[in-house]
Structure formats: structure tokens, C-alpha cells
């Protein structure tokens, strides 16, 4: 190792603590090359400290992490993409987490991250959302008819008033799985209209075959 390297600490004391080999003519100058190297030091550290404390909050990444997230939630990707919508959360949980440690580097970057995961399982649910709507919609015409035809049937018919007053009690309990599904549609809840909506035309068929 070449005479003139040193290893410099610093003790409470202030002064400049050397160890290594300086030989006749570095041992003279070992002092004050330490008391010229502390402007530097200080310096760098300035440099850290103001960088550190210049580190903003990401309140722009924030608000569009936070826009593709309820995007995605209105395309219920809970319901359509599980698996990639608790990737996104597990992401969008840990920027939180960045954020109340005031590691706003690190929160920019995971918000970024969020993001994308977000607009990512928006577009996979938005997909799956839209093929089951239109698989929904004829079923919904089907429905409604049904409901009209079976109430003009009941009304026609001959039934004897035990028969009728069963009768009465179905097509009434029809028509309110009808008015769920139905509002469930208008909401936009197909993942719950597809239910509904197979059990409405379940209960429709039973109660028109009781009528034959």
C-alpha cells in the first residue's frame, strides 16, 4: 500500500485520528491535508442532507394511480380479474405505507407501479365485463316479456282458488327477481345480473309449466 494512504476516523474530540503509513515526509503533512479535506466532506453531506429534505410529496403520481384504480373498480375487477386486482392493491398498499414514512422516492415510484398494474387489470375486467353484457341483454328482453306473458296468462286462466292463490304467490315472487335483475343491470352490476338473472328465468319457467 502505497506511503502516503491513510484511514481518517473522527472521535468527540474533534481532532483527526490517523493510522496507516505515511513515511518522513507525509507524516508532517497528514494534519493538514484532514483539516483540508473537510470542506469536502462537509459538503457531500450538505449535498445528501438537501437532497433528501428537496424530496416532495408525489401528489400528482398519487391522484393518477388513484384514477386508473377506481376506473378499474368500476369495471369490477375484483369481480372479473382477481388475481391481477390484488397484485395492483398489494402495490397501491405499499406506496401508502411509503407515504406515511414520508419515503416519498420510494412512494413515486410504486404509485408509477400501481398505475400501471391498475390500468392493466381495468382493461382485462372491462373485457370480460362487456362479453357478459352482451349476453345479458337478450336474456333481460326474455325476462321482461316473460314477466308480461305470464300475467296475462294468470289472468285468463281457469284456476281453482287454491291453484291460483300458489300461482299468485310465484308469478310475484318472478316478477320481484325480475325488478333485481333489472336493477342490477341499470347499475351496472353484471357480475350479480348474471345470477339474478338465471335464477328469475328459472323461476319463470317453473311457474309457466304450472300453468299448462
Known amino acids: 500500500m502505497p506511503d502516503a494512504l491513510a484511514w481518517v476516523t473522527f472521535i468527540p474530540a ?11 515526509a507525509g507524516a508532517a503533512e497528514a494534519p493538514m491535508n484532514c483539516l483540508r479535506s473537510l470542506p469536502y466532506v462537509l459538503c457531500v453531506l450538505l449535498l445528501v442532507l438537501a437532497s433528501l429534505s428537496c ?3 408525489p401528489d400528482a403520481e398519487m391522484q393518477l394511480a388513484q384514477t386508473a384504480m377506481e376506473e378499474a373498480q ?6 372479473f380479474a382477481a388475481a391481477d386486482w390484488q397484485d395492483a392493491m398489494q402495490v397501491w398498499n405499499e406506496a401508502q405505507a411509503a407515504l406515511a ?9 410504486l ?3 400501481a398505475k400501471t398494474r391498475f390500468e392493466k387489470v381495468g382493461s382485462i375486467a372491462k373485457a370480460k365485463r362487456d362479453s357478459i353484457l352482451q349476453e345479458l341483454q337478450p336474456l333481460q328482453a326474455t325476462l321482461n316479456k316473460g314477466l308480461e306473458s305470464l300475467q296475462s296468462s294468470i ?11 300458489e300461482v299468485d304467490d310465484a308469478a310475484g315472487a318472478v316478477k320481484a327477481a325480475i325488478m333485481q335483475f333489472n336493477a342490477e343491470m341499470d347499475k351496472g352490476d353484471v357480475a350479480k345480473a348474471r345470477t339474478s338473472g338465471q335464477d328469475a328465468l328459472k323461476m319463470l319457467n317453473e311457474v ?5
Open 14 to 24: 474533534g481532532h483527526c485520528q490517523f493510522s496507516g503509513f505515511f513515511g518522513p
Open 55 to 57: 424530496a416532495s410529496r
Open 74 to 79: 368500476s369495471q369490477q375487477a375484483a369481480d
Open 101 to 109: 414514512n414520508q419515503s416519498y422516492s420510494n412512494a413515486k415510484a
Open 111 to 113: 404509485l408509477i407501479t
Open 155 to 165: 289472468a285468463s286462466s281457469r284456476l281453482s282458488a287454491g291453484i291460483r292463490k
Open 208 to 212: 309457466q309449466l304450472k300453468l299448462q
